[in-house]
Each structure stands twice: as structure tokens, then as C-alpha cells.
């Protein structure tokens, strides 16, 4: 799709383009064919719709029109892109490849010396030829098939921001340091406490108030801390799940290592059959499958992240008649989720 700024009336990025002076995002600003039939999301103006997208290797004709459609494309007002997969031949033809990306070879960043996680590797393999079955059918010049399969693993870090977690005294029953030497003040009663104080809720005491009266309350545990007999084993195990803090500080003390790894695939296959010197058929099926794995850095089970399936099937079914030289009829049906 970067190929597009190159038409004319196409101004912007590929992924966000504006094409003949059309609003970007709008409905109708591009439509994708696939196999000749609408891959464009009807739920969706932006290019996300591309979701449905055919693996690279397994394409074979990519066009662009940007203006003066001919009567069989309709309903769009900028941009039309029409994407045609490879056929087999009668020779059995076939291709591997391998793109791949690693943080190791990448320059560090200035002064702290350190390069992020960044790892990229898109890999895959085409065959295509004749359907041949041995002492069964032989296909030469008559059924022909193309299978494609592409995979791209897509893992980096994540910027995120300084949480707060338990310090190892707090682990310990021992919140002393949460004091803060300032008092809070109880405007009904009068009585006074320690900012951040912890109380026994196993004691009790009688107190005579400022104001008079008397109320029932407990007792601050010493030094504020609380005894490890008191601790729940539950609250213990749960605790134990935390990661520990990174430095001293009571708050903002660790920071979340958070690395997204997003794998997807798109298996696809596409069989061709002459029934006759001037009937051909053609069926394309393909399925693009991704996991995205949002993490915010916490095991489980205390994460909140929760993983997305993102697929998408297709099948398509071609059929061309050609009657004369000047007269060919053309029959599609496509099903896509």
C-alpha cells in the first residue's frame, strides 16, 4: 500500500492517505478487491480494513486507480486497489524467504547505551504447479494449484510509566516508613492521629475525646508495624505474585517490563481448473489468523491483559466464459468474516 502515493491525486502516508482531495478516514475514500471481489470492511472508513490482506509472496498483480473507473467498479470516490494471487503452471515452482530484524544489530541509544527489544521476523514458502495424483489424475493443462503460506512475529517493548508496588519492609508487616510525622484530625470526636497509622483491629480501648465524650477504638500497632502471626496466608500467597520493588522509594518503585509479541499468519490456497478451452474456474481461500498479546507487565493471575483473536476467512469463486474474441462473461461470488 506504500506503492500508492505514487498515483496521482494521492497525497500522505499509505496507511493514511488522501486521495483526490477526499477526507481521510471517510466512507468511500478507497476500496480494496481481492480475487475480484470487495475486501473493504463495510463497518470500517479507515485502512484497517487491510486486515483481510493477502500473504506478498501469494500476490501476483497489484493495480491502482485513482480516477475514471470503468463501469464494473463502483462505489468508491478515491482510491481502487485490486489485488490478483498467483496461479500454479504445468512445472512445479516454489519459493522460501526470510525477512528478520533483531535489536543486536542495532545501534544502542546515546548516553545509556541500552537497545530496546525489537525483534521482527517474517518468513514463509510458496509452491504452485499441476494437480497430480498418481494412477489417479494428472491435471497438466487442466487443474493447477498454489498454496502459500506467510508468518510474521512481531515482538518489542513498550514504553510504560513507574507504578508503585511493596517495599520489602512493607512485605514484612513493617509500614514505618509510610509515617509521615504529620496528624490527621477527626473533626467529629476531636482526637487526633498519626498520618498513615495502622491500628489493631483486635484491640480495644475506651477514649475520652476532646469534646467530652468517650468512643470505643483500637490501639496503634508499635512502630506501625504489624506482627507476622497476624499476617492471612491467602494475602501471603497473593503477595507473593508481586514483583519487587526496582529501587528504594516507597512509591513509584518499579517499572513494568512490557514486551508485545503479536504473531500472525495467512495460509492460502488457490486452485485453477479449465473445464474447457473457454471455461475456466478458479477458487481462492485464505485466512489470516492474529494474536495480540497486550501485557502490562504483571504474571499471572494478577494481569489484566487479556489476549485478541483477530482472523479473518475468505473464499472466493471465479468463473470465466469467453464466447468470442470481443465477448467475455465474468461470474464472482465471495464469502468474508
Not at 91 to 117: C, K, L, T
Request: hydrophobic residues 35%; without cysteine; charged residues 15%.
Amino acid at each position: 500500500l506504500s506503492f500508492i502515493v505514487l498515483a496521482p491525486g494521492v497525497s500522505g502516508t499509505g496507511s493514511n492517505p488522501q486521495v483526490n482531495g477526499i477526507p481521510t478516514g471517510s466512507y468511500g475514500n478507497f476500496k480494496i478487491y481481492l480475487e475480484g471481489q470487495d475486501s473493504t470492511s463495510v463497518n470500517d472508513a479507515s485502512w484497517t480494513s487491510t486486515v483481510a490482506a493477502a500473504g506478498v509472496e501469494s500476490i501476483g498483480e497489484f493495480a491502482v486507480q485513482s480516477s475514471n473507473f470503468s463501469a464494473e467498479f463502483g462505489q468508491v470516490a478515491g482510491e481502487f486497489l485490486n489485488f490478483t494471487t498467483k496461479s500454479g503452471t504445468n512445472q512445479i515452482h516454489g519459493s522460501a524467504y526470510e525477512y528478520w530484524a533483531n535489536q543486536i544489530m542495532d545501534a544502542a541509544h546515546p548516553f545509556s547505551h541500552v537497545r530496546d527489544h525489537d525483534v521482527k521476523d517474517d518468513y514463509g514458502f510458496t509452491v504452485g504447479g499441476p494437480v497430480w495424483i498418481p494412477k489417479i489424475y494428472n491435471g497438466k493443462n487442466k487443474t493447477f494449484f498454489f498454496f502459500n503460506l506467510e508468518r510474521f512475529v512481531n515482538s518489542a517493548s513498550s514504553n510504560s510509566a513507574y507504578s508503585t508496588v511493596p517495599t520489602a519492609a512493607y512485605r514484612n508487616g513493617d509500614f514505618s516508613g509510610a509515617l509521615t510525622g504529620r496528624s490527621l484530625t477527626d473533626p467529629t470526636s476531636g482526637l487526633s492521629y498519626p498520618e498513615n497509622a495502622i491500628f489493631d483491629p483486635n484491640s480495644s480501648v475506651t477514649i475520652t475525646t476532646p469534646k467530652g465524650g468517650t468512643v470505643t477504638g483500637h490501639t496503634m500497632f508499635p512502630n506501625n508495624t504489624i506482627p507476622q502471626s497476624q499476617f492471612d496466608k491467602v494475602a501471603l500467597k497473593v503477595q507473593a505474585l508481586i514483583p519487587a520493588p526496582i529501587n528504594g522509594l516507597n512509591i513509584g518503585n518499579w517499572l513494568p517490563s512490557i514486551v508485545t509479541n503479536q504473531p500472525s499468519q495467512i495460509p492460502s490456497v488457490k486452485i485453477d481448473q479449465n473445464l474447457s478451452d473457454k471455461t475456466h474456474l478458479s477458487f481462492y481461500w485464505s485466512n489470516q489468523n492474529t494474536n495480540q498479546k497486550a501485557s502490562d507487565g504483571l504474571p499471572i493471575p494478577l494481569t489484566g491483559a487479556r489476549p485478541k483473536i483477530v482472523a479473518v476467512n475468505q473464499e472466493r469463486l471465479n468463473m470465466d466464459e469467453t464466447f468470442s474474441p470481443t465477448l467475455i462473461a465474468h461470474f464472482g461470488a465471495g464469502f468474508y468474516r
